[in-house]
């Protein structure tokens, strides 16, 4: 078993920063790629920053402004978020790919509440 836990999230006001962090743990052979997606109000889950064998993508919205990092040792994602405005807001999930070989299987975290407003 594979557990996401995610923290950082909470209000932030436009311009602000917030730094999200996913720690994660469990049956864990090699993690291929961790990062996070982005569900706002009303629309679908959506990539924001995704770290995968040395290559990051990013959301076009993301460009500039956020920045991703991760701890091997701790298989732990960190996503630096700045000059954030009000449309950055959403649920924000974790996301890791984990396996080993030919074996591989995609996790979610429960999700952390990241609102900005004034």
């Known amino acids: 078993q594979v557990q996401l836990v995610e923290s950082g999230g909470g209000l932030v006001q436009p311009g602000g920063s917030l730094r999200l962090s996913c720690a994660a743990s469990?049956?864990?052979?090699?993690?291929?790629?961790m990062g996070w997606y982005r569900q706002a109000p009303g629309k679908q889950r959506e990539l924001v920053a995704v770290?995968?064998?040395?290559?990051?993508h990013f959301a076009d919205s993301a460009k500039g402004r956020f920045t991703i990092s991760r701890d091997r040792v701790k298989n732990t994602a960190y996503l630096q978020m700045s000059s954030l405005k009000p449309e950055d807001t959403g649920v924000y999930y974790c996301?890791?790919?984990?396996?080993?070989?030919?074996?591989?299987?995609?996790?979610w975290g429960q999700g952390t509440q990241v609102p900005v407003s004034s």
């Open positions: 996301y890791i790919r984990a396996g080993l070989g030919a074996s591989w299987s995609e996790y």
């Open positions: 469990g049956s864990i052979f090699i993690i291929g790629a």
């Open positions: 770290s995968d064998a040395g290559i990051t």
